[in-house]
């Protein structure tokens, strides 16, 4: 992909339009890989790196971790990323179009344990149901954390929107050389982790699509 290395790495998000043009922004037409709370940017810039045909956008709300990744990808001259500091949610919601990412990373978000919390959380159903909206036919949701619990709770919110088929799910792979932030830490620490990857697809409509018509 031909991808000028000099344009801005930090996208403000008033300059996305109603909705995103992503062979404008990326100068390319590779696919979409969206990281939601990209944090420092470990992941995104070891997976951009790694599939330079790919399209990579580091969502994080965060201005200290987001602008130590905008630096980070910057000095590095790594032409397929952007970066824009906004609310995921928000994001998803109101500018992603329909049917135009290919893939979706969720790694280690803030579980924020405390009920009177639990509205800070990035997955949420209305989030889950904008990222279903926001994937093209097949494409792919990963979400990850150290947390058993909370990654069962995960679980239940992204199938419980009926758009996705869980693909695999299980240890995280802390032994990939393509990890986050928090996930360089967790293994170092030899903490468990948990991750599972989900495919845009209706389950009840492919277990019916399985049956047999007689
Ligand atoms: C625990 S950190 C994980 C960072 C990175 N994914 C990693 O695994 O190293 C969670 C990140 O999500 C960001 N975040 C939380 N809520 C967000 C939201 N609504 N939109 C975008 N980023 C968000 C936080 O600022 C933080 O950087």
Redesign the pocket.
């Given at each position: 992909m031909s991808i000028d290395a000099g344009e801005a790495v930090e996208i403000r998000v008033g300059d996305l339009g109603s909705q995103v043009d992503w062979a404008g922004l990326f100068g390319g037409d590779g696919p979409i890989e969206i990281?939601?709370?990209?944090?420092?940017g470990?992941?995104l810039i070891d997976a951009a790196l790694a599939r330079p045909d790919a399209c990579f956008l580091g969502?994080?709300?965060?201005p200290k971790?987001f602008y130590k990744a905008c630096e980070r990808v910057a000095k590095r001259g790594i032409a397929n990323v952007r970066l824009v500091r906004?609310?995921?949610?928000q994001l998803f919601a109101d500018v992603v179009p329909p049917a135009s990412v290919s893939t979706v990373h969720v790694?280690?978000?803030?579980p924020w344990p405390k009920k009177k919390h639990h509205k800070?959380r990035?997955v949420t159903p209305e989030f889950v149901a904008s990222v279903a909206t926001a994937l093209r036919p097949g494409g792919s949701l990963h979400i990850?954390t150290d947390i058993a619990d909370y990654f069962d709770e995960l679980l239940l919110v992204v199938e419980g929107s009926g758009a996705f088929r869980l693909v695999t799910e299980g240890r995280y792979d802390a032994a990939g050389e393509i990890v986050?932030?928090?996930?360089a830490k967790y293994r170092d620490q030899g903490r468990e982790m948990y991750e599972a990857w989900l495919t845009l697809g209706d389950t009840a409509a492919d277990d019916r699509a399985g049956d047999a018509p007689f």
């Open positions: 990281d939601v709370g990209c944090g420092r470990m992941y969502v994080e709300l965060v971790p906004a609310d995921a949610r790694q280690f978000p803030d800070r990035v990850a986050t932030n928090f996930a």
